[in-house]
């Protein structure tokens, strides 16, 4: 199986340090949504694995953010792709979670999900928590320049990081 784990918010859509709390907030990066459709179409999976503690902190419901994944969903089918399994944590920094990014709870639910091992497959990110995310279960960490990426970019990577300029970027890598 081709497995390609993405973050949600600053690597398929653009992010918002005041959080994305709406279907109206959720705005795809140009090319975002064509580069998804392009890799299921050419037999790769693609899951995603989002911190969402803005459910936590009662910025949104259940409902919105199921609303913002099937937009994702209709989006990518349009372009003739699809999309697999969205993974989110709904809670916030301090709630003792396992599943919270840098935590590695929601690649591993991914993994059981599909019954895959971890070990070289990509996740896409663009924050430190998830390259650390990616790391803990033997994920080839990728790095995004679009959302928080050249904030991360500035602070130093974790060795073995890839780093390309947008989702686009990932999948023409990918795909050539």
Same mark, same amino acid.
């Given at each position: 199986?081709?497995?390609?784990?993405?973050?949600?918010?600053?690597?398929?859509?653009?992010?918002?340090?005041?959080?994305?709390?709406?279907?109206?907030?959720?705005?795809?990066?140009?090319?975002?949504?064509?580069?998804?459709? +392009?890799?299921?179409?050419?037999?790769?999976?693609?899951?995603?694995?989002?911190?969402?503690?803005?459910?936590? +902190?009662?910025?949104?419901?259940?409902?919105?953010?199921?609303?913002?994944?099937?937009?994702?969903?209709?989006?990518?089918?349009?372009?003739?792709?699809?999309?697999?399994?969205?993974?989110?944590?709904?809670?916030?920094?301090?709630?003792?979670?396992?599943?919270?990014?840098?935590?590695?709870?929601?690649?591993?639910?991914?993994?059981?999900?599909?019954?895959?091992?971890?070990?070289?497959?990509?996740?896409?990110?663009?924050? +430190?928590?998830?390259?650390?995310?990616?790391?803990?279960?033997?994920?080839?960490?990728?790095?995004?320049?679009?959302?928080?990426?050249?904030?991360?970019?500035?602070?130093?990577?974790?060795?073995?990081?890839?780093?390309?300029?947008?989702?686009?970027?990932?999948?023409?890598?990918?795909?050539?």
């Amino acid at each position: 199986m081709k497995l390609l784990i993405l973050d949600r918010d600053g690597v398929i859509n653009e992010d918002s340090d005041a959080y994305i709390k709406s279907l109206d907030e959720w705005i795809p990066i140009p090319g975002s949504v064509a580069a998804i459709a +392009r890799l299921s179409q050419a037999g790769w999976t693609v899951a995603v694995a989002t911190n969402q503690s803005g459910l936590a +902190r009662g910025y949104y419901d259940e409902a919105t953010l199921e609303s913002m994944h099937t937009r994702l969903r209709q989006l990518v089918a349009e372009q003739g792709g699809e999309v697999g399994l969205i993974v989110h944590c709904p809670h916030g920094p301090d709630d003792g979670c396992s599943c919270r990014k840098p935590l590695p709870g929601m690649l591993e639910q991914i993994a059981a999900y599909y019954g895959v091992d971890l070990s070289g497959q990509w996740f896409v990110g663009d924050s +430190r928590g998830d390259l650390d995310a990616a790391l803990a279960v033997h994920c080839q960490p990728v790095l995004v320049k679009t959302g928080k990426g050249l904030r991360t970019l500035a602070k130093g990577l974790p060795e073995r990081t890839l780093v390309f300029d947008d989702l686009a970027a990932v999948a023409a890598h990918l795909l050539d």
